[in-house]
């Protein structure tokens, strides 16, 4: 009998309410310092009591409801400190609008906003640490079960990815993928699954998502998961992991059932309302910018200063988006429609300053104001092409659901798709941005993009 991941949970989970305890003592005891010079006495504690029951519950019922105590999660990942970050600032609110209506005592203000910074502070530097530090202790043993669908460059990717959590022992295959004899060791058929997992003391299976592969394995994960043994799917550990959904190893009723219950007030409304606002007060602020863009344009070649062009929208929409033109006039006259490159020849002098800038996209800006694309979303594509990916690579369509974006997450992960097999990869990281699309991962992509353009990282 395998020691059941309950018990290893319980132990993690009761070492990060240990840290939190530690980090609102502290909090308190460091804001009553560096208001006062002068620790907490026995009288203030006793005057302060219910002060301090109120605020360990307010932070511990957020936490709970956050989940900030699953061991399981990344913290050493940006989303997840951010996700930290946005549980105690509401956290923060809330205890502010309890002590708005108590009587006294009452903490000053500059005491209470210490103390929830200190508290945060050592609550997401605790966590950090405990990524780093704590992980091979506590780090469960995982095995992948596939029926063969699961080629050798993703198990190796996503085992470098959920080490900190997962130790893949191996994976299991109605047969060996000679392509990765270096990624991780084959461990059978799975004819005998139930008893390679008990004997190698397995904490999770991880299965794929094929039909087949549940059908051939069934009996066998629910014996496992009947003894306490964690089955997650392949697709939700890469989308943790990897912050993108592979492709093949979903399908649209996996996608339609993550997105049920997940529209947020923001993605609905507040996004349309930060969209306009941000586009026109930055529109405003670069005029001087995008006057010296088109004098420069008009200098340098013979055409217009804008191009327009066909895109596919929301809900399969079209429309034209804006662009300062930086290719030769009439580029496509003999070609047709292509695959744009790397080192296109199409590209003027000017026009490939400003792709490496990105400057050629801010005429975009009047599309948000206009309501066909927002700040950030996937990239819009041309007709032509999408045609041919909504019957070429699955899942396609989906990326449809939200208004393209002037820079998005596909695009700060992969830059720009010049083919078939490109597009489907972006198109894995846009599946992740739908799928989870908010208010501070837009924030987290429009930083990024902002360090793209410091950094002249664009096309």
């Given amino acids: 009998m395998i020691p059941t991941p309950r018990t290893q949970m319980s132990m993690r989970t009761i070492a990060l309410v240990a840290l939190d305890l530690v980090a609102l003592w ?5 804001a009553f310092t560096l208001r006062f010079g002068s620790y907490w006495v026995n009288d203030q504690l006793v005057k302060y009591w219910n002060v301090l029951a109120i605020h360990a519950a307010v932070f511990f019922i957020a936490g709970i409801l956050f989940e900030t105590y699953d061991p399981r999660r990344r913290y050493a990942s940006w989303i997840e400190l951010r996700k930290l970050a946005g549980c105690y600032l509401l956290a923060g609110l809330a205890e502010l609008l309890i002590f708005f209506f108590r009587t006294e005592p009452a903490v000053g203000r500059g005491v209470f906003v210490l103390n929830v910074a200190i508290f945060a502070g050592i609550a997401m530097a605790g966590r950090f640490v405990y990524a780093l530090v704590g992980a091979d202790f506590f780090k469960r043993q995982a095995i992948v079960v596939t029926s063969g669908d699961v080629g050798a460059a993703l198990l190796g990717e996503l085992k470098r990815a959920a080490g900190a959590v997962y130790q893949i022992q191996g994976y299991v295959a109605p047969a060996r993928d000679m392509s990765a004899p270096n990624t991780a060791p084959w461990l059978g058929d799975g004819s005998d699954l139930a008893e390679l997992i008990a004997s190698r003391k397995v904490d999770t299976v991880i299965v794929s998502s094929s039909m087949e592969c549940w059908n051939r394995y069934l009996q066998a994960l629910i014996a496992a998961r009947n003894r306490g043994v964690e089955i997650v799917d392949l697709a939700s550990v890469c989308e943790r992991f990897l912050n993108r959904i592979p492709c093949d190893q979903i399908t649209e009723m996996w996608l339609l059932w993550g997105l049920m219950g997940r529209s947020s007030l923001y993605v609905t409304s507040l996004k349309r309302l930060v969209d306009f606002v941000l586009a026109s007060v930055l529109l405003i602020v670069l005029s001087p910018l995008l006057l010296l863009i088109a004098l420069l344009i008009r200098m340098t070649s013979t055409g217009p200063v804008l191009y327009t062009q066909e895109r596919i929208g929301l809900h ?3 429309f034209h988006v804006v662009k300062f033109r930086s290719m030769v006039e009439g580029a496509e006259d003999a070609s047709g429609p292509v695959w744009a490159s790397e080192d296109d020849p199409r590209v003027t002098g000017l026009g490939r300053w400003l792709r490496r800038w990105r400057l050629d996209e801010l005429p975009q800006l009047i599309n948000v104001i206009k309501g066909d694309m927002s700040l950030v979303g996937p990239r819009p594509e041309r007709s032509v092409f999408v045609n041919e990916f909504l019957t070429a690579v699955p899942m396609y369509n989906q990326r449809h659901g939200l208004r393209p974006g002037i820079t998005g997450w596909g695009q700060i992960h992969y830059d720009y798709a010049a ?7 972006k ?14 991962l837009d924030l987290a992509i429009l930083l990024r993009t902002t360090r793209t353009l410091v950094g002249a990282r664009g096309r």
């Fill in 316 to 318: 399969n929409r079209p």
């Fill in 419 to 425: 083919s078939r097999e490109q597009t489907r990869e």
């Fill in 427 to 440: 198109l894995e990281y846009d599946l992740f941005y739908v799928k989870n699309a908010s208010f501070l």
């Fill in 26 to 30: 502290a909090g308190w005891q460091l």
